[in-house]
């Protein structure tokens, strides 16, 4: 059956189009300018990205569950959202004009960091765009329409870079043509979010009393304490901090990467190109497909996938092994990412969405910094980034360990007053039918008893009556004729 989203969740998909070709500037094209500015160095790339990248997941990760409780109280969503988005937006579109690479990279992680501090904000209304059933097929959409409506303005950023590359056309100036890929980015982001900012309506809310601040705060505290004593969700945040880390870390540093090898970068772009063209279908499909196979196994699927990309990473040295590492990491991206947003959206209360997708994203965009961290490290030590890459595989078993763990934690899992995960409906109609059963089997009983023993008692008098001969008899007919 065809799948029709509604006016809501379309919008809603459409700020995942704006928010993506940041996101693929930053992994794409800023890696590049970045090595440029900064000229030679000891340092590769990699090393002061990767640095700049952990800082700006840090701070993501203390602001993420502040704002996202206060993105709970009422009203207040939009707002915050709004603020995340234009910082962001600005601090992109500066970044063109920006020379100097210490500033750059400053800027850089001011404007990684509001772009992240949106998607907190943007993955809670999740809960008021969309019902429980729907969420996996629209955040899988999200994703999909994010990664191929991004291909357009990163297309014309690579029409500009081709203007500017010295062994290509070389007609243009570093910074116009970096002025002009910054803008774009920027103006597009825009676009694409402000029908999600003009239409978006806060269904679920806690209400803010006399202080706000100090409302939210002191909700954020409970909303710990509630994830600790939630053995699945806890579970899931562990799992979902090492197998997203790895995700997030080869989407921020695989030109970096690329270049640190020697590969040529329009060729590199041209893959990072495939891998979005390729995300799209691939993730349309595999959502698709959670109708009929629960997300779990998907993304316990997604998780093995990146453990064998991570392997292959290990010994990538030419551009051929780079196309295919680029397919196979679209074909999975986008799924991973959309399962796990809509498996957490579906197992915690949507009135406190907000904080619970603040705490989320510390254990993910936020927690990115180990991921970074350890292959910035590793680079750095031994020279080689490639073994950095690899060491990201570990994350993954890690993950894939925790986040099975999780599901048998939630199948085991039996909310008060409600039936087991898995058919409480059901459950509780064959339990009410089971009683009711009972008490019609109770009540048909006692109507027997009670009319056995009627039966008996009018078959005594009987009995007697006609034990007692004519006076009995005749006494019975004179009441007849009376009548």
């Given at each position: 059956m065809k799948f029709k989203m509604t006016s809501s969740e379309k919008k809603w998909v459409l700020y995942d189009v704006?928010?993506?070709?940041?996101?693929?500037?930053?992994?794409?094209?800023?890696?590049?300018?970045?090595?440029?500015?900064?000229?030679?160095?000891?340092?590769?790339?990699?090393?002061?990205?990767?640095?700049?990248?952990?800082?700006?997941?840090?701070?993501?990760?203390?602001?993420?569950?502040?704002?996202?409780?206060a993105s709970d109280l009422r009203g207040m969503r939009k707002k915050i959202f709004l603020i995340a988005l234009l910082a962001g937006a600005v601090g992109?579109?500066?970044?063109?004009?920006?020379?100097?690479?210490?500033?750059?990279?400053?800027?850089?992680?001011?404007?990684?960091?509001?772009?992240?501090?949106?998607?907190?904000?943007?993955?809670?209304?999740?809960?008021?765009?969309?019902?429980?059933?729907?969420?996996?097929?629209?955040?899988?959409?999200?994703?999909?329409w994010g990664y191929i409506g991004s291909c357009i303005p990163f297309i014309l950023c690579v029409v500009v870079y081709v203007l500017y590359e010295p062994s290509m056309l070389g007609v243009l100036p570093l910074m116009p043509a970096m002025v002009i890929i910054f803008l774009l980015t920027a103006v597009w982001w825009v676009a694409c979010a402000l029908p999600l900012w003009k239409d978006y309506k806060q269904t679920h809310c806690v209400e803010p009393g006399s202080h706000?601040?100090?409302?939210?705060?002191?909700?954020?505290?409970?909303?710990?304490?509630?994830?600790?004593?939630?053995?699945?969700?806890?579970?899931?945040?562990?799992?979902?901090?090492?197998?997203?880390?790895?995700?997030?870390?080869?989407?921020?540093?695989?030109?970096?990467?690329?270049?640190?090898?020697?590969?040529?970068?329009?060729?590199?772009?041209?893959?990072?190109?495939?891998?979005?063209?390729?995300?799209?279908?691939?993730?349309?499909?595999?959502?698709?497909?959670?109708?009929?196979?629960?997300?779990?196994?998907?993304?316990?699927?997604?998780?093995?996938?990146?453990?064998?990309i991570t392997v292959y990473a290990i010994f990538l040295s030419e551009i051929y092994e780079f196309w295919i590492l680029a397919v196979c990491v679209g074909l999975f991206q986008g799924t991973i990412q959309?399962?796990?947003?809509?498996?957490?959206?579906?197992?915690?209360?949507?009135?406190?969405?907000?904080?619970?997708?603040?705490?989320?994203?510390?254990?993910?965009?936020?927690?990115?910094?180990?991921?970074?961290?350890?292959?910035?490290?590793?680079?750095?030590?031994?020279?080689?980034?490639?073994?950095?890459?690899?060491?990201?595989?570990?994350?993954?078993?890690?993950?894939?360990?925790?986040?099975?763990?999780?599901?048998?934690?939630?199948?085991?899992?039996?909310p008060e007053g409600e039936a087991p995960s898995g058919a409480p409906e059901a459950a509780s109609a064959e339990a009410m039918t089971a009683e009711a059963m009972t008490a019609e089997a109770m009540t048909a009983e006692e109507t027997v008893e009670v009319t056995a023993e009627v039966t008996a008692e009018e078959t005594a008098e009987e009995t007697e009556n006609a034990a007692g001969g004519g006076d009995g008899a005749g006494s019975g007919n004179g009441k007849s004729d009376e009548t």
């Open positions: 704006g928010n993506s070709a940041f996101t693929l500037l930053v992994s794409t094209l800023i890696p590049i300018f970045f090595s440029l500015i900064a000229g030679d160095s000891e340092a590769s790339a990699t090393v002061y990205l990767g640095y700049a990248t952990s800082i700006a997941t840090a701070v993501v990760a203390l602001l993420g569950p502040v704002l996202g409780a992109c579109a500066v970044l063109g004009f920006i020379q100097h690479w210490i500033w750059f990279l400053v800027l850089f992680v001011l404007a990684k960091s509001a772009y992240s501090l949106s998607l907190v904000i943007y993955d809670s209304m999740l809960c008021d765009v969309t019902d429980k059933e729907r969420m996996d097929e629209v955040s899988s959409r999200g994703y999909a706000p601040v100090k409302a939210g705060l002191k909700s954020l505290g409970g909303t710990f304490r509630e994830i600790v004593k939630t053995k699945h969700i806890l579970l899931f945040l562990i799992a979902f901090f090492f197998f997203i880390d790895g995700v997030y870390t080869i989407i921020d540093l695989a030109v970096a990467y690329g270049t640190d090898l020697g590969l040529n970068s329009a060729l590199l772009l041209l893959a990072l190109l495939v891998t979005q063209i390729v995300a799209f279908p691939a993730a349309i499909l595999l959502g698709m497909l959670s109708r009929k196979v629960k997300p779990e196994y998907l993304i316990i699927v997604c998780i093995a996938a990146y453990f064998a959309a399962m796990s947003r809509s498996y957490f959206a579906k197992i915690i209360p949507h009135e406190k969405a907000g904080e619970y997708f603040g705490v989320y994203d510390i254990f993910g965009k936020g927690a990115s910094f180990m991921g970074t961290f350890l292959v910035a490290l590793v680079a750095d030590l031994t020279g080689r980034e490639n073994l950095g890459v690899g060491a990201l595989a570990v994350m993954f078993v890690i993950g894939l360990a925790f986040f099975i763990f999780a599901v048998r934690a939630k199948r085991n899992a039996v």
